[in-house]
């Protein structure tokens, strides 16, 4: 028997309802791919979109930064990506060998009143077993009141073998709607790997 609140089943049978459901948009794949762009589906359809990351891995891994996964927004349909963004970026680590742990805030990481792409992630190598996985939210992108935030998680496989969480949140701070959002590494290709878009009903 499930808990019912006002009329509505909250739990049943171990099962949350939280009063909502993801409802898929669409799907790109990369292969050697300089960019993936999202220029439809965002729209005043759902107050909140979701982009799913699935084992994204780089073409390329410079050797003192490892590869860095970055997005940002359009205010005219993907013909320019440079909205104003306002954001903080912390993450932990710990490596393979159980030597390393670390929680720190990332100030080169975040932005402040920038035009520049959005970093999700700080070290990712390139090795065939080392890959990014992970999630952005973007809460009511076509708002005309109000900034635009977001919300990223993502895990990574670093170039020097630890595992690695970066949370990243800000706003992109303008009224206009945000109608575009493009995903692409900072050096070279996305060699392979999937971006899902959800829309929360």
Not at 62 to 83: E, K, L, W
Not at 143 to 169: G, L, P, W, Y
Request: proline fraction near 1%.
């Amino acid at each position: 028997m499930g808990l019912i609140s006002n009329g509505t089943t909250i739990f049943d049978n171990g099962t949350v309802n939280a009063g909502g459901s993801l409802k898929f948009i669409s799907k790109a794949t990369a292969s050697a791919s300089a960019s993936i762009e999202f220029t439809s589906g965002i729209d005043s359809t759902y107050k909140e979109y979701v982009f799913y990351f699935v084992n994204m891995h780089p073409q390329t891994e410079p050797a003192s930064t490892g590869a860095r996964f970055a997005f940002q927004g359009s205010t005219d349909g993907g013909s320019n990506y440079n909205t104003t963004i306002t954001s903080t970026h912390f993450k932990t680590q710990h490596a393979e060998s159980g030597t390393v742990t670390d929680l720190s805030y990332q100030a080169s990481h975040d932005l402040a009143q920038s035009t520049s792409f959005q970093r999700l992630n700080e070290n990712l190598g390139n090795d065939n077993d080392q890959c990014l996985s992970g999630y952005l939210h973007l809460f009511n992108p076509s708002s005309t009141t109000f900034v635009k935030h977001f919300i990223a998680v993502t895990n990574e496989t670093k170039q020097n073998d630890r595992t690695q969480n970066c949370f990243v949140a800000g706003y992109f701070n303008t009224t206009s709607s945000i109608d575009a959002i493009q995903f692409k590494m900072e050096t070279d290709n996305i060699d392979s790997g999937e971006i899902l878009l959800f829309g929360v009903n």
